[in-house]
């Protein structure tokens, strides 16, 4: 899942995750059970990850 790659790729803790997305520390340790999540909420996670990925890119290359 995207998730999951996104959490390792970046050591970003699961509940820290859910809490900051859905307000739900349990979101991802309930996806990895069977959670199943609605439109919305995947637009959200989704939206979340590539502003975190391209906040990260741009701190790496102002570093550079």
Not at 20 to 48: C, K, Q, S, T, Y
């Amino acid at each position: 899942r995207k998730i999951e790659k996104f959490l390792i790729l970046y050591n970003y803790p699961a509940t820290k995750f859910g809490r900051v997305v859905a307000g739900d520390p349990r979101l991802v340790l309930d996806m990895r059970r069977g959670r199943e999540l609605r439109a919305g909420m995947i637009a959200r996670v989704e939206a979340f990850m590539d502003q975190y990925a391209q906040e990260i890119d741009a701190r790496l290359e102002a570093a550079a």
